[in-house]
C-alpha cells in the first residue's frame, strides 16, 4: 500500500455533517470523500503536485495512489 501523510484535520461540525452525507451518497469513507474533492480542486486548478521524490504527478495518479 502506498505511504499516506497523515495529519490532523478540525472542521466545524456543520461541515463534517455535509461531508458525512457526501460521502455516505457516493459510498465513500469521509477521509475518501475529503481526498476526492480535494484532488477534484486541484485539477480545476490545472495545478501538478510534486512527490517528495521531486517526480510530477497529476491529480489523477494522486486518486490512484490513495
Same mark, same amino acid.
Given at each position: ?14 461541515? =463534517?455533517?455535509?461531508? *458525512?452525507?457526501?460521502? +455516505? ?5 469521509? !477521509?475518501?470523500?475529503?481526498?476526492? %474533492?480535494?484532488?477534484? =480542486?486541484?485539477?480545476? *486548478?490545472?495545478?501538478? +503536485? ?5 517526480? !510530477?504527478?497529476?491529480?489523477?495518479? %494522486?486518486?490512484?495512489?490513495?
Amino acid at each position: 500500500m502506498p505511504e499516506t501523510a497523515r495529519f490532523a484535520l478540525r472542521l466545524p461540525p456543520e461541515l =463534517y455533517e455535509a461531508l *458525512q452525507a457526501l460521502a +455516505t451518497r457516493d459510498r465513500r469513507s469521509i !477521509n475518501g470523500e475529503i481526498v476526492y %474533492i480535494l484532488d477534484q =480542486y486541484v485539477e480545476e *486548478q490545472g495545478q501538478n +503536485t510534486v512527490r517528495a521524490s521531486g517526480d !510530477n504527478v497529476t491529480p489523477g495518479k %494522486i486518486r490512484a495512489a490513495a
